[in-house]
């Protein structure tokens, strides 16, 4: 079966915020999204509420209950105690743990499984008893997926900045890829779930589902929120939808 897509509303929160004004709508696009076929959306409330709002969380977390049940809903971020309750407040699908700095622009890195192991084993565990799937933010780096697996977390999430920077740049997105490749083959090995994010479009993502066939999930926000700039919500969910093999 071929990566399901879900939406990051970051990036149209953003340009929400930009105006004290409900337009554009979070979970309004979301709906649009959703019901041109996308399978879940995507949010990263950050504590200075620059992107999603924590308002739009039990927005978002109605509108899939209401209309779209089939769909998940998976909350990202740096688990703070404020960010926890947030999540077992809300009841994602999904949770994604980031290493992110509050006054980080966007997620860059992922975690120091083997430094950071004792940090994240028992907030993983408090996640899991709560019901939640658990996904932890991770580099290409196949030698840090088995301190990634002793966290008890069901899925590692690739950073794939580093290979959607490479867009003019075949041979540098090549050694990229295949350092995802190998990462991804680790984490199968591991009995890990495999998910993807950041700056993949439409063009990086078949070579992506390509090499790593059994990818669960890509969770995408700013090439998408472009995309539909110029396509319109539902056409560009299509779009990515056929990129990914649909």
Not at 70 to 79: S, W
Not at 120 to 129: C, D, T
Not at 148 to 176: H, M, N, V, W
Request: glycine share 8%.
């Amino acid at each position: 079966m071929p990566a399901k897509l879900s939406v990051n509303l970051n990036a149209i929160a953003m340009l929400r915020n930009r105006r004290d004004l409900p337009w554009p709508s979070v979970s309004g696009l979301g709906r649009i999204a959703l019901a041109a076929g996308a399978h879940g959306l995507t949010v990263h409330p950050r504590p200075d509420q620059r992107h999603v709002r924590f308002t739009d969380v039990p927005e978002i977390r109605a509108l899939i209950d209401d209309e779209f049940p089939k769909a998940e809903f998976n909350i990202e971020g740096y688990p703070s105690e404020d960010f926890l309750e947030l999540v077992e407040k809300h009841q994602p699908e999904q949770v994604t743990l980031v290493p992110d700095d509050p006054i980080q622009a966007t997620s860059d890195h992922g975690w120091d499984f083997a430094g950071q192991q004792g940090f994240l084993k028992p907030i993983v565990a408090r996640l899991k008893k709560g019901g939640f799937r658990v996904s932890l933010f991770s580099d290409a780096d196949p030698a840090g997926v088995t301190a990634a697996r002793d966290t008890g977390a069901d899925r590692i999430e690739l950073f794939t900045g580093p290979y959607g920077a490479c867009y003019s740049d075949p041979a540098g997105a090549a050694k990229q890829l295949e350092l995802l490749g190998k990462t991804a083959d680790a984490a199968f090995a591991a009995g890990l779930a495999v998910n993807a994010g950041h700056d993949l479009v439409v063009d990086n993502l078949p070579p992506l589902m390509r090499r790593i066939p059994k990818l669960a999930e890509v969770s995408i926000g700013h090439g998408l929120t472009a995309d539909a700039l110029e396509h319109g919500m539902p056409a560009t969910i299509k779009r990515f939808l056929k990129a990914c093999g649909w």
